[in-house]
Nanobody, 123 residues
Framework: QVQLVESGGRLVQAGGSLRLSCAAS????????MGWFRQAPGKEREFVAV????????NYADSVKGRFTISRDNAKNTVYLQMNSLKPEDTAVYYC????????????????WGQGTQVIVSS
């Protein structure tokens, strides 16, 4: 079982930056690929970024490529999402998720989810 707790969401102006954190409880955190997803009001939850269990591989949604960076610290059982050049369309609840070993863009492939953290980008 893996418990995930996100933090770092808040109100920020367009063009600003935020860093989200996701702390995991698993003693075998290093065995899990970690993803970030987001859900805006009235929309489905969508893929944002994913990082492999070792941290050697990352992938991003086209909408955030070049602006967001996912990283992890396996010694701290934490994954991060650095968000720069934020836009109003980035407003959403951001969720981190874990799945054993392989990365995936598909939210249905993830077994464990956090409760989410709200990001609001004002124009």
């Amino acid at each position: 079982q893996v418990q995930l707790v996100e933090s770092g969401g808040r109100l920020v102006q367009a063009g600003g930056s935020l860093r989200l954190s996701c702390a995991a409880s698993a003693r075998t955190f290093g065995n899990y690929a970690m993803g970030w997803f987001r859900q805006a009001p009235g929309k489905e939850r969508e893929f944002v970024a994913v990082i492999s269990y070792s941290g050697s591989s990352t992938n991003y949604a086209d909408s955030v490529k070049g602006r967001f960076t996912i990283s992890r610290d396996n010694a701290k059982n934490t994954v991060y999402l650095q968000m720069n050049s934020l836009k109003p369309e980035d407003t959403a609840v951001y969720y981190c998720a874990a799945r054993l070993l392989a990365t995936s863009f598909d939210r249905k492939a993830y077994q464990f989810w956090g409760q989410g953290t709200q990001v609001i980008v004002s124009s």
